[in-house]
């Protein structure tokens, strides 16, 4: 029977048991799926217990994806270049590879059309975790020209960028005080990767202001990875100024069955997955 976990603090809002447990079913096979909170002091703790109870594999989330590298005996590239690891395999030796699937996530639920226009375009990330580490990622595989991105503490931030300049020297990055963002008017997509509009965080409050996303292109896109619930108010807000949404259930679900792949070695229902996720949202 496989095992796998998820770890990280708040875990309330959490649809990644729901997605797995639908993933086993969709190729026929028995799995547990345990969602662990784990607060970052509780790590060492928490990693102890996953490998001395029978776990092949967890997710990691926030605020671990930076920190769980420091205990794994490798990564792939793109957890590498990201600095930060979503996905972990437990070996037989009980050591720990880490993977990057929210870079492949992030990229997948964009719509092919506009994920071709972002070429040469300028993007705006909130945030400075993992999860913004990832994006930076995606969004310089495809090949935007500029990123910036918003931080509360930009010392905190400034190890992120520079790691990220140094593998992606042709793009820009800079990174700015989140109070210094007061248009959006050269931006071709924003990505929040904060957990403001999180359930159990900081639901129906938007990290940008209405009037901030006015100024947005018409042609230009709101991403927001948080998806639980399914419309934050940061994309409730970008819809009612008709600008194109993309909302963090997608990312969640393609991040998810790519782990699962990577676990089992077999490919999960995608859409299985996602139909699970959002009846569970609508309970």
Not at 50 to 71: A, C, D, E, W, Y
Not at 108 to 121: H, K, N, T, V, Y
Not at 146 to 157: E, G, L
Not at 254 to 261: L, N
Request: charged share 20%.
């Amino acid at each position: 029977m496989f095992k796998f976990g998820l770890i990280g603090y708040p875990l309330s809002h959490s649809m990644s048991k729901v997605i797995h447990e639908a993933a086993f079913k969709s190729i026929g096979v028995e799995g547990i799926y345990e969602v662990l909170e784990t607060e970052q002091e509780d790590l060492i703790t928490r990693l102890k217990y996953l490998r001395s109870n029978g776990f092949q594999g967890f997710n990691v989330t926030i605020p671990l994806k930076v920190p769980i590298t420091l205990f794994l005996s490798g990564v792939d590239n793109v957890a590498n270049v990201a600095g930060s690891a979503n996905t972990i395999k437990i070996l037989d030796d009980s050591s720990m590879y880490g993977y990057n699937t929210d870079v492949y996530g992030f990229v997948e639920a964009i719509p092919w059309d506009f994920r071709q226009s972002l070429a040469g375009q300028n993007a705006a990330v909130l945030g400075n975790g993992g999860a913004a580490r990832a994006i930076g990622v995606g969004l310089s595989i495809l090949k935007v020209k500029k990123i910036d991105f918003y931080v509360r503490n930009i010392v905190n931030a400034a190890e992120m960028v520079e790691a990220l300049r140094r593998n992606f020297p042709e793009v820009e990055m800079n990174c700015k005080q989140t109070e210094s963002l007061n248009s959006l008017a050269d931006y071709k997509i924003l990505v929040n990767t904060t957990p403001i509009g999180m359930r159990s965080k900081a639901m129906g409050i938007s990290p940008v202001e209405e009037d901030i996303i006015k100024t947005l292109d018409d042609d230009a896109a709101v991403y927001d990875i948080v998806y639980n619930p399914l419309k934050t108010e940061l994309i409730q807000l970008a819809k009612k100024h008709n600008k194109m949404t993309i909302q963090g259930l997608d990312m969640l679900i393609y991040q998810g069955a790519k782990a699962f792949e990577i676990w089992t070695g077999k490919k999960p229902d995608i859409l299985q997955m996602k139909i699970a996720a959002l009846e569970a949202m609508a309970e």
